[in-house]
């Protein structure tokens, strides 16, 4: 990845990426994130998306041509069939048709200064930048850490639309919602909770760390 960023550099202020595992297909380059669609829709997915093989078969019948075995790419594709010019629409639209769980940033070539999320049964939070001029969306604080100690907290079925200086977030009913509805909280978190340290793999961390995680969650 290093060596593809020095021969094709990217150049932008709008960026998706994730870092994942693959729910369907096997770890390649052609499923990993983001999956995307017409040339001009980008889609990053956390989640399993339980009706992705009749979405797939409904897509295919429109023309859409798969390149990778994930459930990921259908939701691209779904997001690209009922685009038509303003992607916080087309995103409303496409996540009624989900069954499952996602938590998805979704970028337009279209439109270059928007990123737009949606959650449900995955968590997904926003962090705002300094001064309000640049927002972030995560699956968790501790991604920012470093970045933004100011958290909003998504909601069960609600979606963000971020632009430069700006967000607006709707329910799941997809009503404008007040600021106080979705405050912004400050957040400390602390990086080294996320390096590697003495373990030999995340996995391992992982499990040497419930106990701790458990009596944390007890304290409340």
Known sequence: LSASLEAEPL???????????????????VNAH????ADRLALVHNGIIENHDELRAALTAKGYVFQSQTDTEVIAHLVDSVYDGDLFEAVQAAVLQLRGA??????CKDEPQRLI???????????VGKDGQEHFLAS??????????????????????????????LDKTFRPLTPAQRPVKTVQAHSGAAELGQYRHYMQ???????????DSLEG
């Not at 983001?34 to 669609?37: A, I």
């Not at 991604?143 to 971020?162: H, N």
Request: zero cysteines; glycine letters at 12%; hydrophobic letters at 45%.
């Open 117 to 127: 999320g949606a959650r449900a049964g995955s968590p997904l939070i926003l962090g």
């Open 140 to 169: 968790d604080a501790m991604a920012l850490a470093g970045v933004t100690d100011q958290i909003v907290y998504l909601e069960e079925g609600d979606v963000v639309d971020v632009q430069l200086g700006k967000y607006w977030v």
């Open 205 to 215: 961390k992982e499990i040497f760390e419930q106990p701790r995680a458990i009596a």
């Open 34 to 37: 983001p999956q995307l669609s």
């Open 11 to 29: 150049l932008g202020v709008t960026g998706i990426a994730h870092t994942r595992w693959a729910t369907h297909g096997r770890p390649s380059e």
């Open 102 to 107: 996602y938590a998805i940033a979704v970028f």
